[in-house]
């Protein structure tokens, strides 16, 4: 089966998981202050991006999704740091040196400390200093990039930050979720009605979104199968559906920006629901304990057909402690990907996160994602042989399904 030619063939990054040295970031002092491996100099792909991009390149990948890290911009609330800018100017031309066409998201979970200690995002007058953030970046960078996500993974954030209090800020509040959620919702509109300003007299189209995070929730089958089944569908609707739903009465997306990666069992409990911690010994979990369940992508992607908006898979992937694992995952995904586009759901991308190994937030460097294994004692980077069998598929845009 072959893929459409204008296919985005990509592996996806994000800057405090593999740039090394943000000491400006929120997650900086997280980790000290709650104990936790550091990031340190992680891949140290803010030096080594040419490299890693030109790995990049030879497996063929056309796309890249990369962050910016808003605290490196602004060490202070108002003044942009320009060797900082010229520095992702320079990552970007290395992108198009080879060829490779970028996707920039402005927040992968992290903020700069200074705006944690003005309060965040509970504080609606701080949205201003993001979107000063956002106006100084796309105004900077617009010629170079097509391709914007204001946000990734809104929700994950917000419930580990604000609802479980295990990432930064560290907030155990539900109603303080909420309100965070309503800033965020309002930086993101009025974000992306700003980038679509700064594009009005450009050569370059823009196409801006969020990455929306995405399960395939089931119900437990243990105990009472019809209240979990109420649970599980609040879930769908809450944690998959509302925000599109959102984001797409008013015009505010582009395309959608899907990650995907596992099943979620859901019990009975609260309002929306609970993630169901029973082990189901018969079916597949990678090294992160998800369930493995490649139908859900196409299952997902059934449904966003309604909002008859392309769509971008953003991330989808793995950590395996075992070589065939990856593989099997991969193929088994993108085959769910060939039946959407069989089916005429218009998927215009595919993202493999993650390009490298990385820092997996409060789990630390355990989890390897990377199509290209890194150690991190000497840097050196090692392609995994899956990573072969992308950048064949990718060659053949397309396969056998
Ligand atoms: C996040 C990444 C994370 C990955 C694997 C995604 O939801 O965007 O930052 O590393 O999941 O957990």
Known sequence: MHFPSSFLWGAALS?????????????????????????????????????????????????????????????????????????????LEVLHKFKITPLVTLHHFTNPVWFNKRGGWLASKNIDFFLLYLKEVVGQLKEKVEYWLIFNEPLVYLYYGFIEGRWSPGIKSLKKAKLALNNIITAYSLGYQEIKRIYKNSQRRSY??????????YPCPRFNLGLNNLSAFM???????????????????????????????????GLTGKECNH?????????????????????ILVRLKNFRLPIIITENGSAESKN?????????????????????????????????????????FAPRFGLVAVDYKTQGRFVRPFAFTYAQIIKENGMEV
Not at 285 to 292: A, L, P, S
């Open 15 to 91: 800057s405090y998981q593999v740039e090394g040295g943000n000491t400006h970031s929120d997650w900086y002092l997280w980790e000290r202050e709650k104990h936790l491996e550091p990031a340190g100099v992680s891949c140290d792909h803010y030096n080594l991006f040419e490299n890693d991009f030109f790995l990049a390149s030879r497996l063929n990948i056309n796309s890249i999704r990369l962050s910016i890290e808003w605290a490196r911009i602004y060490h202070e609330p108002l003044r942009a740091q320009l060797d900082e800018l010229t520095h992702y100017q320079h990552v």
């Open 208 to 217: 801006v979104s969020f990455a929306k995070n995405l399960r395939a929730f």
């Open 324 to 364: 065939h694992l990856y593989e099997d995952y991969l193929i088994a995904h993108l085959k769910s990907i060939a039946y959407a586009l069989h089916a005429d759901i218009n998927v215009q991308g595919y993202f493999w996160w993650s390009l490298l190994d990385n820092f997996e937030w409060h789990k630390g």
């Open 235 to 269: 879930r769908d609707r809450m944690f998959n559906l509302f925000l599109l739903e959102y984001c797409a009465k008013k015009n505010l997306m582009d395309f959608i920006g899907a990650n995907y990666y596992c099943k979620e069992y859901t019990k009975f409990g």
């Open 279 to 299: 082990t189901f010994h018969k079916e597949r979990r990678n090294d992160m304990d998800w369930y493995i369940y490649p139908e859900g992508l196409y299952e």
